[in-house]
């Protein structure tokens, strides 16, 4: 497949004002201090393992054990972990077009972390593999029933705002997952290539709200709590879009609905041409890639037949000094030019202190109440705690769950599993573990009777008697 000069994107602002900054950063000037002094940014050329300029990287921080308060900052710099490659790079575009693949080969090109992207897979199953959704039976409300993306496939707009908590809880997951990408790569130098991000999933929620799937209250509600959260993330470094046309996209979508996406065929909403069409042609090639290419590179190529990854590595590496020269008023990966040891150090503690995550995190505590098809009553709330505390693995931290095989917690520290590391596992949603009643009581030694039984099913066992 013949691959042109003219399917390499622009990179984000106008022709004329990139090759002034390219042909700038070839003078002789590159050595002042200014250009020093963003050397040391992270806003530095890409090198890929092909090229042979690739930096080595140096020994990673040990955050997860550990974390970073203050007196480290004082002991282990944050800048001399940062390389060439020391970069958050997100892949966009429309589903069924092998984003996954080119995302995983180009993280193994440059030498990056690759991250999946954000489903509600990872919401329901905990890190010891239960499911909740095959808890959906002891559920009496049907909004605390699961509702993930193969039922938004066949009704998106069902189950009384379904794609409302959906949508949100992506948007949640999406900004934490980024948040534990970042606070990677600020302590170990390796870079992240991600695909989707907490910055541009706004596009659903406007796609989804024009089609009449989410309430009015709900896309207030999300952009009330984006407004005073996004700005805490720093804007990714490159975007790369593969594109397709709509047509390509649901024919490819049919063919896997036939094998390995069943819940796809004749989906009211991958057969919804005008929807899809609104979605990545108006609102995120037209709104969200040209806003967003005013402080990240993009790169655009059209995936409609697949393509080669070696093509969009070749075009990285001769980006060159392109990439890591910016004067001082340049929008152009301004976030990363943080310029000074110290706002290094802080955006490291945000990200990697519990005392930074938190501030963060409360960020998401409005109090804005009239998000109906989100907030839940208290009946159903206290329901959805019952069953949630009651899933194997969920009702402590993962390395404490001691049913399942953990080890006493006081021997925890012996096997790694301990404090800090094991919050890394734990579910994304609050739990509140005290709930504990006979009803609740008679559950559980239903379950553990049904388990000394060998039934494999045992913890879906004993719920007639729990739920109301």
């Given at each position: ?450 388990r000394e039984a060998g039934d494999v099913d045992w913890w879906k066992k004993g719920w007639a008697a729990a739920s109301h």
């Amino acid at each position: 497949m013949a691959h042109s000069l003219a399917r390499r994107a622009a990179l984000g602002v106008s022709s004329q004002s990139r090759l002034l900054a390219l042909e700038t950063s070839q003078r002789s000037c590159q050595t002042s201090l200014e250009t020093r002094l963003l050397a040391v940014s992270g806003v530095r050329e890409m090198h890929s393992k092909t090229s042979g300029l690739m930096e080595p990287l140096e020994k990673p921080w040990p955050y997860k054990k550990i974390g970073y308060n203050n007196f480290f900052h004082l002991i282990d710099n944050t800048t001399k972990r940062f390389k060439d490659n020391s970069k958050m790079v997100v892949v966009e575009g429309p589903p069924a077009i092998d984003k996954t693949k080119f995302a995983m080969e180009l993280a193994e090109e440059f030498g990056m972390k690759y991250v999946p992207g954000t489903s509600m897979e990872q919401w329901y199953i905990n890190s010891y593999g239960y499911d909740l959704r095959e808890l959906d039976h002891a559920m009496t409300w049907t909004r605390n029933k699961s509702f993930d993306e193969k039922k938004f496939a066949q009704d998106p707009a069902g189950q009384e705002g379904g794609a409302d908590r959906m949508m949100f809880n992506l948007h949640l997951m999406r900004y934490f997952h980024y948040m534990e990408g970042l606070e990677h790569l600020f302590n170990t130098g390796q870079g992240i290539v991600t695909e989707k991000s907490p910055h541009s999933d706004w596009v659903f929620i406007e796609a989804a709200y024009r089609q009449g799937w989410i309430s009015k209250t709900t896309r207030k509600y999300y952009y009330t709590i984006r407004d005073q959260t996004i700005c805490e993330l720093l804007r990714p470094n490159l975007i790369i879009y593969l594109d397709a046309p709509v047509d390509v996209v649901q024919k490819n979508i049919r063919t896997r609905a036939q094998t390995t996406h069943p819940w796809e065929k004749n989906s009211p909403v991958f057969e919804n041409t005008g929807y899809l069409e609104h979605l990545y042609d108006d609102l995120f090639k037209k709104q969200y890639l040209p806003e967003a290419g005013i402080h990240s590179y993009v790169l655009t190529y059209d995936w409609s037949e697949g393509g080669d990854t070696e093509v969009v590595v070749e075009d990285i590496d001769r980006m060159g000094h392109a990439m890591d020269y910016h004067d001082k008023y340049d929008k152009q990966q301004l976030d990363w030019r943080l310029l000074t040891e110290d706002n290094f150090g802080q955006k490291r503690y945000n990200y990697t202190a519990g005392s930074g995550k938190m501030k963060l995190l409360h960020h998401f505590n409005s109090p804005h109440w009239f998000a109906d098809e989100i907030t839940l009553t208290t009946t159903e709330a206290q329901e959805q705690d019952r069953v949630r505390t009651r899933l194997p693995g969920s009702m402590f931290q993962p390395g404490y769950n001691t049913e399942l095989g953990d080890k006493e917690p006081f021997f925890n520290f012996l096997n790694g599993k301990w404090g800090r590391e094991g919050g890394y596992g734990d579910v994304p949603y609050n739990l509140e573990n005290s709930h504990n009643d006979s009803e609740l009581e008679h559950g559980d030694r239903v379950r553990a009777k049904a388990r000394e039984a060998g039934d494999v099913d045992w913890w879906k066992k004993g719920w007639a008697a729990a739920s109301h």
